[in-house]
């Protein structure tokens, strides 16, 4: 798991190097403007982060618990639970 997370984190701190190729290739898989992912893509919290902070468990357990209560998903999810820890 940490391999891939590098990979990833490798791979991230590329497409932010260059941004004008992330916008359009965002853009062609999304339809989304480019003039929307161009004010959205520096917005935006990229990369693989580990381990993960409270902050982020906390703001990840409000994002399932609204997911329940809308019925997106069938039964309540407690994010400590299913966490991977990688080192």
Known sequence: ????????????????AHPEQTIAFLSRSTGVPTDVWTKALPRLEWGVHYPLTNDVIAAQQATADLAYR??????????????????
């Open 70 to 87: 809308s019925s997106i998903i069938p039964k309540q999810v407690n994010v400590k639970d299913v966490i991977v820890n990688i080192r």
């Open 1 to 16: 798991m940490r391999l891939l997370f590098d990979v990833l984190d490798r791979q991230t701190a590329n497409e932010l």
